[in-house]
T-cell receptor
């Protein structure tokens, strides 16, 4: 079975500092990995995904994520946090197979960026 | 370009009543997903369709829940009878099969009294 874990319920960072939101995954095959962001009272918005290729993936709003196969991780990063980045962040995984197309989401990490 | 459209955005109903949530996927998308989000359980996949055919409904909590997709541009999620524990935000998402990225609607916030 495929799954992701987001070990931190909340991450606090000062504006201007780098941020990292952690995600580890478990799949039997090669993973498709995603990050989504949810602002209050809104739906989830796609940030970036890793399918294959370069381990460093760049996405929307200056975010990037690094795929690390040996550590089964896909941490979300941003060099300089903004107050407007404060939101709920979800990591998701799907196996790279034809068995289905549904994603498994983590429980989410709340990011708070303080001025 | 319109995104995924959900209606109603908010629904307040009394226990025992029937609730119908509606979703219009992005035009051209052929996969549709229904999720439920609560504080306790996070984001849960309820059911998904490929080309209007239900593929996996193992996440549907019980027989009170049913979902249909009569055509490529419309889906419903029905709860009958509703219970207070069904109170949650229900999201619909759509994607192109094999392109993986799901696009979410704004959600329907359901409160069952």
């Amino acid at each position: 079975a495929q799954s992701v874990a987001q070990p931190e319920d909340q991450v606090n960072v000062a504006e201007g500092n780098p941020l990292t939101v952690k995600c580890t995954y478990s799949v039997s095959g090669n993973p498709y990995l995603f990050w989504y962001v949810q602002y209050p009272n809104r739906g989830l918005q796609f940030l970036l995904k890793y399918i294959t290729g370069d381990n460093l993936v760049k996405g929307s709003y200056g975010f990037e994520a690094e795929f690390n196969k040996s550590q089964t991780s896909f941490h979300l990063k941003k060099p300089s946090a903004l107050v407007s980045d404060s939101a709920l962040y979800f990591c998701a995984v799907r196996e790279n197979s034809n068995s289905g197309y549904a994603l498994n989401f983590g429980k989410g990490t709340s990011l708070l960026v303080t001025p | 370009d319109a995104g995924v459209i959900q209606s109603p955005r908010h629904e307040v109903t009394e226990m025992g009543q029937e609730v119908t949530l509606r979703c219009k996927p992005i035009s051209g998308h052929n996969s549709l997903f229904w999720y439920r989000q609560t504080m306790m359980r996070g984001l849960e996949l309820l059911i998904y369709f490929n080309n209007n055919v239900p593929i996996d409904d193992s996440g549907m909590p019980e027989d009170r829940f049913s979902a249909k997709m009569p055509n490529a541009s419309f889906s419903t999620l029905k709860i009958q009878p509703s219970e207070p524990r069904d109170s949650a935000v229900y999201f619909c998402a759509s994607s192109l099969i094999r392109l993986e990225t799901q696009y979410f609607g704004p959600g329907t916030r359901l409160l069952v009294l």
